[in-house]
């Protein structure tokens, strides 16, 4: 058990529809990562936060967004969902912001969108 | 931007032999933090060992071992005494620097097989 939760483990949606991922992280850690995991992407980074801040952005779409409230939990919305969108969606925290600190990764949500 | 390359999509291994995962990395870094990761079936990331690049010594972990040839910019992993529960899909990522965010890059990934 890394520490870092996820909520929900599974998730089954319609076309079009907007879904929530919660992730909360490990306790004192300031820094939030979510990446995507799809068969023909693979693991690709899609946002961080840092302390209640928009750090850094990857490879997330426009329909996607996130944030990290002052608990320092954070959610990732999804929108306008179309059926490439389902993957496995994984949160992972970090205490710092130094290079040497280990991000440790939640159980990941699995999103069907069907 | 930096690339991570797995080039063995699969893999197998007898139990208790040893087998070894190969990794490609480019960047034009000299800081960096390369790691590998375990995805057993149940879809959990597991840390498996992480390689520091000034550190010239290669990582070790257990029967967990790693070849860093940062000249070269090549990774690989190598598993002793293969056990059944190392059978996982197995990531090389990248900690990449830039712009202080820390993200992770990762490879495509290699399916470890391991036959009793």
């Known amino acids: 058990d890394s520490g870092v939760t996820q909520t929900p483990k599974h998730l089954i949606t319609a076309t079009g529809q907007r879904v929530t991922l919660r992730c909360s992280p490990r306790?004192?850690?300031?820094?939030v990562y979510w990446y995507q995991q799809s068969l023909d992407q693979g693991l690709q980074f899609l946002i961080q936060y840092y302390n209640g801040e928009e750090r850094a952005k990857g490879n997330i779409l426009e329909r996607f967004s996130a944030q990290q409230f002052p608990d320092l939990h954070s959610e990732l919305n999804l929108s306008s969902l179309e059926l490439g969108d389902s993957a496995l969606y994984f949160c992972a925290s970090r205490r710092t912001g130094w290079l040497w600190d280990e991000q440790y990764f939640g159980p990941g949500t699995r999103l069907t969108v069907t | 931007a930096q690339t991570v390359t797995q080039s063995q999509p699969e893999m197998s291994v007898q139990e208790a032999e040893t087998v070894t995962l190969s990794c490609t990395y480019d960047?034009?870094?000299?800081?960096?933090?390369l790691f590998w990761y375990k995805q057993p079936p149940s879809r959990q990331m597991i840390l498996v060992i992480r390689?520091?690049?000034?550190?010239?010594q290669n990582a070790t972990e257990n029967r967990f071992s790693v070849n860093f040839q940062k000249a070269a910019k090549s990774f690989s992993l190598k598993i002793s005494d293969s056990q059944l529960g190392d059978a996982a899909m197995y990531f090389c990522?990248?900690?990449?620097?830039?712009?202080?965010?820390?993200?992770?890059?990762f490879g495509k990934g290699t399916l470890l097989t391991v036959n009793p």
């Open positions: 960047t034009s870094e000299s800081d960096y933090y």
């Open positions: 390689q520091e690049a000034y550190k010239q």
């Open positions: 990522a990248f900690l990449d620097s830039g712009g202080s965010n820390y993200k992770l890059t």
């Open positions: 306790s004192g850690d300031l820094s």
